[in-house]
């Protein structure tokens, strides 16, 4: 995903072109209207979807057949919010307008639709909280 942080112009023709062969390629959703941060890593970058509006902070790592996406109906209804430093693991979902804090470890399969404070390793359907110092010390990956 090197071309999305280097792209200054989004709408640009030709670079929509090219992050629609990567959408078509890789099987990415990643909304233009995503809010990312520097330092995005996607391991294995299949079937990935970020939906519109989400806001990521820096050094935010996903990996394959993970979502975040909004949640339409409720009292969380909106999207997520997610802090610097944090590893979301494969096939987890953060859903709805929910704050994921900074050094925050999301585990495989996990499903999470409440804040998640800072410091904290959360695993499980439905997910448990963790809280553990430097969560994510051997897991974020190229910190920028």
């Known amino acids: ?3 999305w942080r ?8 030709i670079n929509r072109a090219r992050l629609y062969r990567l ?3 890789y099987g ?10 520097k330092g995005l890593y996607l391991g294995h970058p299949y079937n990935i979807t970020v939906a519109s509006d989400v ?6 790592n996903l990996h394959k057949g993970c979502t ?20 979301v693991g494969i096939n987890s979902t953060i859903v709805g307008k929910v704050n994921i804090g900074n050094d925050v470890m999301i585990a495989p399969n996990s499903f999470i639709n409440f804040d998640v404070p800072d410091h904290s390793v959360v695993l ?20 920028v």
Request: aromatic share 6%.
């Open 1 to 3: 995903m090197y071309l």
């Open 6 to 13: 280097k792209l200054k112009v989004k709408n640009n023709c």
């Open 23 to 25: 959408t078509k390629k």
């Open 28 to 37: 990415l959703e990643i909304s233009l209207s995503a809010t990312i941060g």
């Open 55 to 60: 806001i990521s902070g820096d050094n935010v």
């Open 68 to 87: 975040i996406g909004r949640e339409n109906r409720g009292d969380r209804s909106g999207v997520p919010k997610i802090g610097n430093n944090v590893s």
């Open 124 to 143: 499980g359907n439905p997910a448990k909280i963790h809280s553990k110092e430097y969560a994510t010390k051997c897991y974020v990956n190229f910190l």
